[in-house]
């Protein structure tokens, strides 16, 4: 009998089909340790999910204390009573298998529903709607499915209640977008589709590097593979959906170094789907990189960067969780002399709104003092967070005064304004941490991320321990050393 499609199968395949396969097939041994940082957003995301709960102020039936099948008969026979609100109940039907966190009575049947520690919505802002995570969205429509099966459905409009307090509705029928016509439905069967043959052993799949690898317990035993496929994802930015169009053409690392490319590209397209000859020209370039002994990272065109004698570098932490910004790091420089280098840190020395102000009032306040400057930041991220920020906390700063801060003149995004733009590099991916090690940059702790670092400050909030405080410290100071040893590193670079 082959194994039920769950939520998290589908939820897991729409993140990495290979993970599925690897979890269904897989060698358990080859499997690394839970990362803490995923074991801390389990911990959390139970204890906010039994926050909602406790907060509920209307009638439920509870049955989370529960399991198998007699979770899933109690639920029948609530539903059969016409329960208005089930918590934590099991459904199943034809192979499917599901634990919506929420059963909502609606005129015609239920509605499925979960409760997240997340935003319900992903890529929106102030101004601007998100859309429906398609992660979450396949989860949802699972339960929906199996309602309809059981022929106790409301309607395909299932729903999340997230972090921010917010019920966010999934209209599983309609369109994603003008450019989309496509469903969250069709994700799903799609997605579905998949699932069944991945759990029936009728489907391989390949790994491939992505950036949120290094967070799944088979990061090391993909990574081998990899290595031994000389796959190429490997290559920066190419990634799955490229890889498998690319695969009839070419099939690895090397063969895409030694490639002649006049055969695959027709003036400025190719034969190889969503890749143009610009793009394939550029991959094939970070291939021979790889692959040539002694290659070296080059500027592709000219660089201009802020005439400055005081240099910022400028790394923030924040906690999704929590949604606080709880470190503003600088470390500062004089007249490029790294012995004039001093590090400073505005740390919210508790996760709550006051010390998330308190820090973001110092960090500005200190960045205004320090003018003139330039300030170096890699990727958007602190741009965005201190606008943010700025939105949070009006009276700190005005939006004209956030954006003169960023202004390219002064403040450069040394990712996108220069690395991914302007140079190229003979590695797999372009983050801080690849990059400034590859210049011989060395972070003093043993497990440097940003995760580790949202752990850490968890860990810290709960224990007091100052030891765990300056290890935040350290991350913190090492990242932003790592801008300044990368901008030098940059400055050295010839031009082809």
Same mark, same amino acid.
């Given at each position: 009998?082959?194994?039920?499609?769950?939520?998290?199968?589908?939820?897991?395949?729409?993140?990495?089909?290979?993970?599925?396969?690897?979890?269904?097939?897989?060698?358990?041994?080859?499997?690394?340790?839970?990362?803490?940082?995923?074991?801390?957003?389990?911990?959390?995301?139970?204890?906010?999910?039994?926050?909602?709960? %406790?907060?509920?102020?209307?009638?439920?039936?509870? !049955?989370?204390?529960?399991?198998?099948?007699?979770?899933?008969?109690?639920?029948?026979?609530?539903?059969?009573?016409?329960?208005?609100?089930?918590?934590?109940?099991?459904?199943?039907?034809?192979?499917?298998?599901?634990?919506?966190?929420?059963? @909502?009575?609606?005129?015609?049947?239920?509605?499925?529903?979960?409760?997240?520690?997340?935003?319900?919505?992903?890529?929106?802002?102030?101004?601007?709607?998100?859309?429906?995570?398609? =992660?979450?969205?396949?989860?949802?429509?699972?339960?929906?499915?199996?309602? &309809?099966?059981?022929?106790?459905?409301?309607?395909?409009?299932?729903?999340?209640?997230?972090?921010?307090?917010?019920?966010?509705?999934?209209?599983?029928?309609?369109?994603?977008?003008?450019?989309?016509?496509?469903?969250?439905?069709?994700?799903?069967?799609?997605?579905?589709?998949?699932?069944?043959?991945? *759990?029936?052993?009728?489907?391989?799949?390949?790994?491939?590097?992505?950036?949120?690898?290094? !967070?799944?317990?088979?990061?090391?035993?993909?990574?081998?593979?990899?290595?031994?496929?000389?796959?190429?994802?490997?290559?920066?930015?190419?990634? @799955?959906?490229?890889?498998?169009? $690319?695969?009839?053409?070419?099939?690895?690392?090397?063969?895409?170094?030694?490639?002649?490319?006049?055969?695959?590209?027709?003036?400025?397209?190719?034969?190889?789907?969503?890749?143009?000859?610009?793009?394939?020209?550029?991959?094939? &370039?970070?291939?021979?990189?790889?692959?040539?002994?002694?290659?070296?990272?080059?500027?592709?065109?000219?660089?201009?960067?802020?005439?400055?004698?005081?240099?910022?570098?400028?790394?923030?932490?924040?906690?999704?969780?929590?949604?606080?910004?709880?470190?503003?790091?600088?470390?500062?420089?004089?007249?490029?002399?790294?012995?004039?280098?001093?590090?400073?840190?505005?740390?919210?020395?508790?996760?709550?709104?006051?010390? /998330? /102000?308190?820090?973001? *009032? /110092?960090?500005?306040?200190?960045?205004?003092?320090?003018?003139?400057?330039?300030?170096?930041?890699?990727? =958007?991220?602190?741009?965005?967070?201190?606008?943010?920020?700025?939105?949070?906390?009006?009276?700190?700063?005005?939006? &004209?005064?956030?954006?003169? $801060?960023?202004?390219?003149?002064?403040?450069?995004?040394?990712?996108?304004?220069?690395?991914?733009? %302007?140079?190229?590099?003979?590695?797999?991916?372009?983050?801080? %941490?690849?990059?400034?090690?590859?210049?011989?940059?060395?972070?003093?702790?043993?497990?440097?991320?940003?995760?580790?670092?949202?752990?850490?400050?968890?860990?810290?909030? &709960?224990?007091?321990?100052?030891?765990?405080?300056?290890?935040?410290?350290?991350?913190? /100071?090492?990242?932003?050393?790592?801008?300044?040893? !990368?901008?030098?590193?940059? %400055?050295?670079?010839?031009? @082809?």
């Amino acid at each position: 009998m082959s194994k039920p499609i769950t939520a998290s199968i589908l939820y897991n395949l729409v993140q990495c089909p290979h993970r599925v396969s690897m979890d269904l097939f897989g060698d358990p041994a080859l499997r690394d340790p839970i990362n803490p940082f995923v074991q801390l957003l389990w911990e959390k995301g139970n204890a906010f999910e039994q926050e909602v709960i %406790k907060g509920l102020d209307l009638p439920f039936t509870n !049955l989370h204390t529960y399991y198998g099948d007699e979770k899933e008969r109690f639920t029948m026979e609530a539903m059969e009573r016409g329960d208005n609100l089930i918590y934590s109940g099991r459904i199943s039907a034809d192979g499917f298998v599901g634990e919506p966190d929420i059963l @909502r009575r609606c005129d015609d049947g239920y509605i499925a529903g979960d409760i997240k520690s997340g935003a319900g919505e992903e890529g929106g802002s102030e101004d601007i709607d998100g859309k429906p995570k398609k =992660h979450y969205a396949v989860q949802l429509a699972l339960y929906t499915d199996i309602l &309809e099966r059981l022929r106790l459905s409301g309607g395909r409009t299932p729903f999340v209640w997230d972090v921010h307090g917010k019920e966010v509705e999934y209209i599983l029928d309609a369109p994603q977008g003008s450019r989309n016509p496509a469903s969250l439905w069709d994700v799903y069967q799609s997605a579905l589709e998949t699932a069944r043959q991945l *759990v029936a052993h009728a489907k391989d799949t390949l790994p491939a590097l992505s950036s949120t690898c290094k !967070l799944c317990h088979w990061y090391t035993a993909c990574t081998k593979r990899l290595e031994k496929l000389d796959d190429l994802t490997l290559i920066p930015e190419l990634g @799955r959906v490229r890889r498998d169009n $690319m695969l009839m053409h070419v099939d690895s690392v090397r063969d895409l170094a030694q490639a002649n490319l006049k055969a695959l590209i027709n003036g400025k397209k190719t034969i190889i789907p969503r890749i143009g000859a610009d793009m394939l020209i550029k991959f094939q &370039e970070r291939a021979r990189l790889q692959k040539q002994p002694g290659a070296r990272p080059y500027l592709k065109e000219p660089i201009t960067l802020p005439s400055a004698d005081f240099e910022l570098f400028f790394d923030i932490e924040t906690d999704p969780m929590r949604d606080i910004c709880y470190l503003h790091g600088f470390v500062e420089r004089h007249g490029g002399d790294t012995g004039t280098e001093r590090y400073i840190a505005f740390l919210a020395e508790d996760p709550t709104s006051e010390e /998330e /102000e308190r820090a973001f *009032v /110092e960090a500005w306040k200190y960045v205004q003092d320090s003018q003139p400057c330039a300030i170096y930041y890699y990727s =958007h991220y602190e741009r965005t967070i201190w606008r943010k920020l700025q939105k949070k906390y009006s009276a700190v700063a005005t939006e &004209e005064e956030i954006e003169a $801060m960023f202004d390219p003149a002064t403040a450069v995004d040394l990712y996108s304004h220069v690395v991914r733009s %302007k140079t190229e590099w003979p590695t797999r991916d372009y983050s801080i %941490k690849t990059l400034a090690s590859y210049l011989g940059f060395k972070w003093r702790d043993s497990n440097p991320s940003g995760a580790a670092s949202i752990e850490w400050y968890h860990r810290w909030v &709960e224990s007091g321990d100052t030891e765990i405080r300056q290890r935040i410290l350290n991350y913190n /100071e090492d990242d932003c050393v790592a801008m300044r040893v !990368l901008l030098d590193g940059i %400055k050295g670079l010839s031009q @082809r």
